[in-house]
């Protein structure tokens, strides 16, 4: 039993009806019972935000028509909100956020952080200065197998880091560009000036850039990439591959595309170490594989004994009872809420390595794209990333 | 988004610490926050009961010290609970269950429905005659690619059903007896006083009986079981092979057993057609296999266009998203909430043939381990299984 | 290289135009080029017979137009052949090998060994009296991997053994019975006269019940067996589920079939441990896969550091390079090559208990076989196996 | 039954004592029992030479000091070697093939055909000129399942070819560099004189490429290399990411490694395509997976009734019957024996877009080492890959 006397009050801005990741963020929310979600401004439409708030259980007088107006609204109450939960398109992260900080309200945030490097940095030093909670959904990290990965390369079982290969390869988009309207989620995604010509590097190449820094432990110093548009008449990139250059001469390359014809989700990670290496695929979030030099290869199942404290933490029934995707957001809010809840006794929470994204993720996450684009543009050749060496790793 | 105006106004009998079923219930009540857990009878120690309270967020004016109190005093109140989650051991399902129906209060019950089968029959005319829901947890009936193989073998895929093979072979008790008494979950299920004889029947038999019947749609007529303690010194039975006749002639078996060292669940289940084969196994609960005879092997993936509409509807964020043992949970928690609301209008719901278990599912359920019992008990003799036609199957 | 300076001459009775198994005894005595296939009695149809002498290169002036003919010339010659492989329908084997022996030429025989249980009886003590070696194609007994298994069990990697369940549940007739008579082999195997009542128990059960033996290193004390025709209008069982107890106390089950729709080989294998289990899968043969308490499941790469001295003596290239069916024919070819070359030197070969499956589990297969019968006649009484001291296991 | 009356007279260059892939050649040569060998020069060493003759059963008269002796005294002899296999390492393949062909016998060659570009194309013409077969043993394109995507891609099932993803990312060269000379295949694989700075390039790249083409039908246009020592110490390159661009707009990128610690094998192709998706791995290699837009993922099973007749052609025994590598290797071996037999009657072979490798493909193999060495040495450059045309793909 994680659950708290008294739960975060959050409120959500975006998830209204049709609405894609927001149920994520809503399960995240409920499964621990650490949250609850009392106040919304889930569309800039009024009727739909307030059919959205009679669905959730949120009372009409705290239903907003802009985030503006929510962010000063309920930082005027006495039982306002703690927390926010910002689930609208990319372009706008930046403006929701800003406000909700600048209110002292703590946030959490899907990805990518914004769609504007500078933005991102501006979020981050906000967040700094007000000394408050910033949460980045980059849900995969929280997998207890995923955890297990990164605390395994952190002792050495691994030895050295010697390659890095990720991919990506979704096949959510792979269909006809006549399709790309069929709904609200593929419609913005694919538009190139809701989502940027970049659109699948935002969306899907910051999810595995993050989650190859997460395990490897690694700063990717350089990279060389070709981006291509592999479905005929679409306006946006969909596929990519990226060669990259590690701190401490490791290796590797990313596959990203959304166009990747009948794949499942197509997330996977390998990380190769001098002694050992990993292997973890979101198809199969429960396993983690280790493969060493004498022909023997290892599935550590979560819930076993065998797994460290760190993943065991974020088990909620134990061996063999499969957690997933939703379970994945519901670890990134119980770390929130831990982290949330020892603010409200002024405690200023200290992030270990290996919690929740934040503010220093998104930016390195830009970066990733901001690299990708510039390498692209210049037919491959391969461009340092500049690392701003004091948001750490 | 699912959600309704008013959340059920739920109660949870058992639960305390050191519970485990009852986090799967939970979660099960809030993933799709269909349900207020609003007040509870967790442990017989009124403190225990009381701090379950506390991070339970459940006011402490509703806790309870006995499930007589509770049914007697939430009856009576304007708020009071509209159904009750059941997760005490087997042996006190029928006095709590026949409490809070006797009280008018639908009844969420976990597995087994009882331990003898005159009580299961007696709950099963009880909630007949008020028009309750009785919801037994059977949660793996409530997995997407579960549901999805039914309605295929349902819809002729598969054609004729020849043969069922199933097992439940999990490892949880593989270890020294002495391990038996470790915690409060294996105390209990390795004790023959609370669990009985035949615990691992009860326990995971009755599970992958209801699954098998679920999925082919057949009746099972007449088994010969042989039936072991295979870790020395166990006080009850630990394995069990059950060899299966049905209803048109199928044939099949039964591997049941809690000492399958090594095993991460063990739950499987393969249906063999004329046509076609099915295999699902909960390891990999997101997927569904069918097997052609012209050597094809076609894996279906939760969440694609490929799968039923009785797999959508439970089918949270869609294709590569896997959705686990708690989602399964929550399924039947939600499928219980649609029954539950109907009868808020005074409707009694219609029950499809694939929706939640049921008391009859409970009566077949015990006529099942009593007919194991008794052919071990006679040297793995055939035993006719009497079909209790009223309750259909 | 396993080569030798002289390869075993050897002749075949059976393998004509439309033969099965024998394409495999061809390829096993090629692969390793340690036999020289010279003489032949390839189909009671002349002409049949010096075809495919043509085709496999044998000198049309030692093809047979009978097997007692070839066993006499054969005989007589200087450089007559040493060996034969018998690959005639499961009937005829007694005549032949008996032929063979009698003559003083070591028999290489398909499984099973005869149909009847006092002629494999009297071949058994044949062969012993003789001093020749016989050769019992039970192949999956010479996958590395299976070696790998049985080294594992016997050197105490797995703790007492405690369960032993094993598949062979094939889909080869799982068709409409018209398709019986399609080709010949699928005519004499569904077939009562030629195949026995019991058909698929002498084909696909005396393989299961090899590979278990071999592998858990347990005699089978007793079983209880459900024998079904799944297939309607067929005239032989097609389908059986058994119920096992072996010397020691260790319990199983054991399902085999010809009629599991869309099955690929169906041949599997679990050992349940004290400490450990283990499971190997025909469809993957060249891996193997152990499961410990603490949650990790280690597979065992065929090629690897890891594996045995016994599992490397059975592989040709190393790790990564799969080694199959035909390759496991060759090693049974090449153990027996070893066997026979001893013999030449006037030195009885001593025989380990991992070496070639011989006269003795011929012996007790068709006691599986007789068992099986008399306890489905029996209504799945319980049905001891007497166990034939003098054989050993 | 594929044998034929004459089995082709061979004789190999290469393959003393402690060889590697003469074993394969050796098994692939007498699986079908279509070749035999007579001669050979297997070592330097006259007295190691004269050693395996004896093993291999090849007359000492016909073991020679030279393969420019062999060449000319075989092909001197009425019996007379028709073919020879080259077993040597790479640098020496030139001279002797070139000998060989020379005399007017036909060639089978491991790869990759030479060590420099010049040397291949003067094999290719002199083979040209001379109507005589060469076969190149890119072995892999001979398994059943690679066939079957060939067939499939060719087809249309794909639909239009979007991308292509390679690995092939071996672990045998992983451990520390001390290593490197413990073993004869290991000493000369890691010494750039031998096996040039470029060496994994040679052995696994031109693999992958070959495979690469082979599937998916289509030309390498370009590519970008990024290449890397990842063990320390060594001295030839152990590690490359490449980016590549087909005719006709297709991407992708190869992993090609020797150092990626634990792999089994790493050999596997995924080609997308705009209606399906296919993915085979050597791991598996009677499994073909084909991907559907609609969530259904198939498994196409080696001799089943669903694969082509090409792949049907390379399947000995039938469906669940897994074949491996060996196997592979007489795939490409009875492709040989067909047209060299075809030869025989004078007929110059035709040889279809799916059959054996040939002196082509070794050019273009050399063509694609050449350009990656270039855009590696130019810092990840694009390099067109100028396509030979009177070659053909």
Redo the contacts between chains.
Sequence with gaps: ?K???K?IRIGMVGGG?GA?IA??H??GM????RYALVAGAFSRDAEKSRA?A????VNESRVYASYEDMAAAEAARDDGIEAVAVVTPNASHYGVSKAFLEHGIHVICDKPITDDLEDALALHELAEKKGLVFVLTHNYSAHAMVREAAVRVRRGD?GEV??V?GEF????A??QVEKDTDNKQAAWRTDPVQAGEASVIYDLGTHIHHLARYVSGLSLEAL?A?V?T??PGRRVYD?A?V???FAG?????F?I?M????????LSLRV??????LTWC?????HLT??????????????????SDAAAALT??G?????????SFANIYSDAATAIAACRDGVRPERGPLDYPNTADGVLGLQFVEAVRKSAAA????MDIETITTLGC
Tied chains: 1, 2, 3, 4.
């Design positions: 039993m659950a708290f006397e739960p009806p894609g149920t994520a809503r399960a409920r499964l621990d019972g959205a009679r669905e959730l259980g691994l010697r390659m290969q390869a979704s096949g959510w792979a269909g060389a070709d291509s592999v479905v596929n591959n060669m990259l250059r001469g490791a290796r590797g390359a596959w595309t166009a990747a014809t009948g794949a499942e989700h197509g190769i170490g001098s002694k050992a290496s979101h198809e199969d979030p429960h280790i493969a060493w030099p004498d022909g023997r290869r290892e599935t550590i199942l979560q819930g076993g004994a065998a797994q909620r029934i061996l063999g009872h499969p957690e997933g995707f939703l379970e037919d491959g050749q391969w």
